[in-house]
């Protein structure tokens, strides 16, 4: 795999645009099968989970074609019902074709989507709405197989706020027959978006956003033009960029009321944000203190952030408590900002994180997405060379990381594993 290599102390300066979220896409992506007729969405990210997406589509029997941040799909097709294993360990999301699947062909067969570095990743909320809406499931051979003669709508509770369950039985509810209420709704933006785009499909929602979705089954669904909404993970990432190099960053293309609690942490610790209509703007001096964090589903901390907020707090002065609340297992980064420098110790949901830190440049692993570029961001802020190693995981979700990090002044490069890198100095 690639890795990054990084020489840091440069305060970053300057203007990034902001992509469109990872995280709304994907599933726009996988509601596009949801109607015979084409879709053709806008602002998509080019980044390895939308290809890994493409690829699943294709493999679903639609065509798909990318052109910078257009995405066209056309699954007018005969559409196959099966989401094989090697995409879906690839990336959890691909589970996100059972809801549209069942709606479309009564039927899905979709491999168990398995753990991650951040935990088992369970899909209960998932296939127990499928259940209330009338699908049959059975679990054999690493599959799980869903089927309905129709789906029937019905009030759906969740037990916790899952953006993914939330998400699969919205696309399962659109044609299904009569109304469902899905309670404890996750609230995230990127839920909004996926109900915005259905209702151009034709879809009747109300409520995206709240805690309470209410759908009316319609007879089918019509193709639909739609433009992704900016990522509010990425536009933190490049916030906290400003903050532990003691840079000043304009970050265009974002709404600052999809980050308030994280922008109010913000401040806690010391660091400069300005808000204006589409954009903020982020600077520090270094002169931070800790504050305690708590993840939670939205509009609460962000778990995406947790990682990368954790290398501005080991930059603070004064102890801080990190409790993640929403995966069970997300502080696998702390052992590799450790080598960095940081005194962060872990116990269960908590971390312990000892202010007054000063990185100092050596060989680290992204183990995730938002881990990696956490180890980023600490690379950006030690002295001397970093070299983080796996990017892979990085490329998932970030576009163009590095070539917008230089353009902020950052000094980063990006080598491809079959090349000696010049790091075999550090040692
Ligand atoms: C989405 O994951 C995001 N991924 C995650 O972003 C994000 O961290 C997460 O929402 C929370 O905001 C995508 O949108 C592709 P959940 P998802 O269902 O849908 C448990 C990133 O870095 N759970 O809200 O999987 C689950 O184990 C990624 O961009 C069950 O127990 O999140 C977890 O502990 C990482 N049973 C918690 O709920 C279920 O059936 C939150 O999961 C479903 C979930």
Redesign the pocket.
């Known amino acids: 795999m690639a890795k990054y290599l990084i020489t840091g102390g440069v305060p970053l300066a300057g203007k990034v645009r902001i992509s469109g979220a990872?995280?709304?896409a994907?599933?726009l992506m996988a509601a596009s099968l949801l109607s015979p007729r084409k879709s053709i969405l806008h602002n998509v990210p080019l980044i390895q989970?939308v290809f890994t997406m493409a690829d699943v589509l294709r493999e679903l029997g639609a065509e798909v074609s990318i052109d910078s941040d257009r995405v066209e799909i056309d699954p007018s097709g005969e559409l196959q019902d099966t989401a094989p294993y090697e995409l879906v360990r690839r990336?959890?999301?691909s589970i996100?074709v059972m809801g549209p699947l069942l709606a479309r062909l009564k039927r899905a067969r979709v491999a168990m989507p398995g753990g991650c570095n951040?935990?088992?990743?369970?899909?209960?909320?998932?296939?127990?709405g499928l259940e209330k809406l009338g699908a049959r499931i059975n679990v054999g051979h690493g599959f799980i197989n869903v089927a309905a003669n129709r789906l029937t709508g019905d009030a759906i509770s969740l037990?916790?706020?899952?953006?993914?369950?939330?998400?699969n039985l919205m696309m399962a509810a659109v044609t299904a027959r009569g109304r469902t209420v899905i309670e404890s709704a996750?609230r995230?933006p990127?839920i909004i978006d996926l109900a915005k785009f259905l209702t151009s499909m034709g879809a009747s929602i109300s409520g995206a956003g709240t805690s309470t979705i209410v759908i009316d089954g319609v007879e089918e669904l019509e193709g639909a033009t739609h433009t992704v909404i900016p990522d509010r993970?990425e536009a933190g990432t490049y916030m906290l960029a400003a903050a532990v190099t003691n840079g000043e960053i304009e970050v265009e293309g974002i709404s600052p009321r999809y980050l308030e609690l994280f922008i109010s942490k913000l401040r806690a610790v010391g660091v400069q944000v300005k808000e204006f209509d589409n954009g903020v703007s982020c600077s520090g001096d270094g002169d931070y203190s800790g504050t305690d964090i708590a993840t939670l589903?939205?509009p609460g901390f962000?778990?995406?952030l947790q990682a990368p907020v954790i290398v501005l707090l080991s930059l603070a002065q004064g102890h801080s408590i990190v409790t993640e609340n929403?995966?069970?297992n997300r502080f696998t980064f702390v052992d590799e900002l450790n080598r960095l420098g940081a005194n962060v110790q872990t116990s269960g949901h908590h971390a312990v994180v000892h202010g007054g830190c000063h990185f100092e440049g050596t060989i680290v692993e992204a183990t995730?997405?938002?881990a990696g570029a956490g180890l980023v961001l600490a690379g950006l802020a030690a002295s001397g060379q970093t070299e983080v190693r796996r990017i892979g995981h990085i490329d998932?979700?970030y576009e163009y990381f590095e070539h917008k990090l230089q353009a902020l002044g950052a000094d980063i490069e990006r080598v491809e594993s079959s090349k000696r890198s010049p790091s075999a100095s550090l040692t």
């Open positions: 990872k995280n709304s994907l599933k989970d990336m959890r999301a996100l951040i935990g088992p990743r369970h899909i209960n909320f998932h296939l127990n037990d916790y706020p899952s953006v993914g369950a939330t998400e996750a995230e990127e993970i589903p939205y962000p778990t995406d929403v995966f069970e995730d997405l938002r998932r979700g």
